[in-house]
């Protein structure tokens, strides 16, 4: 996990979410207080369309 402020992730924030598509969690600080976590989102299942009951 990696904790950056928030200048920081103005300025690296394609290589961040590039980052957290790989799986890592990035916790974003306020004057290096955690305030926000940005982490990967579980892909649900697609399911199956279903013609007629």
């Known amino acids: ?3 950056l402020n928030i200048n920081e992730v103005k300025a690296h924030l394609s ?5 957290v598509e790989k799986g ?4 974003i600080c306020k004057r290096n207080k955690p305030i926000a976590e ?16």
Request: net charge positive; charged share 20%; aromatic share 8%.
């Open 24 to 27: 890592e969690t990035v916790v």
């Open 38 to 53: 940005i982490k990967p989102i579980r892909q649900q299942p697609k399911k199956s369309a279903r013609w007629g009951y």
């Open 1 to 3: 996990m990696q904790q």
């Open 15 to 19: 290589g961040i979410l590039s980052q």
